[in-house]
């Protein structure tokens, strides 16, 4: 340990509790915490039949609150109180069983949990010998989502904000790398003037990738031609690749949003390293299937890329926000991402939490994971994601077998696109789920076309959840049908 952090320690041993004869300080109102947790206990509680869209705009929300700023204060059992009463009706209940919007996970009991301790504990998580209490913890999370994914265990993993963050996180290291290899040092000498890095994507990518791509001065990416599912072809992508020189990046993706699909990473990954790429895996949600001895096969070659991304707000049920970023070569991911600043008292043996995402100060947020990692174990992970994957097949037959509706992907993983027979009549069916209240899809555009998507997320997505689903969706049909 550095010796700073030796007299740091030595004034905690010399300083008496309760500090120097002054009134003892309390930093917390029990009575508060209780109301606190009474509020919670009654969201949770109506969270499965509660209609799920919210039921108040933000300006009426705003109203409700008061938008004066008080001269005095309010006792904090009030503004509590404020909070919990009046913010309700514009909640949105994401943890439903029956929410299947964008792609947004529930929260776990266990992690739920896990997370009201990290704010209690309140340790700013940038230095891991700081504090070594939640760096532990994430350290021994980290290795265990190497494990579950299969991935490289020399890999240095980050705890980002969301998928977005972390994708930024691998991609600045790739960016970072390849421009090295090209005998440019971009931390020293910035962008202009150095090669051109070419950033190569699939055309059914997510759009967060070009939002990195903007983040790191890199343009707007270079597109090749995906399949009917939305994979990225491999021999388009060889002739992207030589279509150009330069050093390269190539992202591909884990789980796409529309259909599930995954890249074919083993032949992706050997065309793209043959030209020199780096080549960055996009698994938002996705990536999980390679936890699951079933799905597994989907994710085939995945370790063959050299950084991946992935939530763990999103499959893996923690509470907002946790992202996870994983580069195999960790040198290139602190070159990248390392603050040098004389007063951090930097650790000397492995990395610190910073060093791996864009972030100094944060939050402990990889404890909620490891606290369902340890909960669920390798066999209730695997069950997890089979359960989501089974459950999105079942909605799928389910409403296949309604009249007019067609499931437009083939229903590999936890997404399902449905249609009937034109747009106008796809809206009407999303107008109508939306009014019901009890399933909340999403309408989207897929290959020009308007859809309905279901996005399989929630862990109390059981067998009878996916009933009610089903039922809501006949029900919805049957309207519209009525309508005219
Ligand atoms: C959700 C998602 C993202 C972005 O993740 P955030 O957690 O919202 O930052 C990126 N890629 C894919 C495929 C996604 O589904």
Redesign the pocket.
Known sequence: MPDRLDETSAIARTTPSGGAGGAAHRPYDEALLALAHRRAADWLDGLAERPIPPRATVDEVGDALGRDLPEHGEPAAEVIERLAERIEPGLMAMGSPRFFG??IGGTQPVALAADWLVSTWDQNNGLRNVTPGTAAVEEIAAAWVLELLGLPTESEVGFA?????A?FACLAAARDEVLRRAGWDVARDGLAGGPRVRLVVGAER?G?IDLAGRYLGLGTPIEAAADEQGRIRPEVLREVLAAGEGPAIVCL?A?N?HSGAFDPFAEACRVAHEAGAWVHV?????LWAAASPRLRPLTEGLADADSWST?A??TLNVPY?C?IAMVRDGAAMRHALTLHASYLQATTEGADPHEKVAELSRRARGVPTWAVLRHLGREGVADLIDRLAGSARIIAEGVARLPGVSVLNEVAFTQVCIALEDDAATQALSARLLLDGEVLAMTSRWHDRAVVRFSVSNWGTDAAQTRRTVAAVERALAEVRAAG
Do not use: L, N
Request: hydrophobic share 25%; aromatic share 8%; no cysteine.
């Open positions: 964008w792609v904000t969301g998928a977005t963050t994708q997510h967060t993706q789980g949003i996009d698994g938002a949600f996705g939530d707000h999103k926000d992202g």
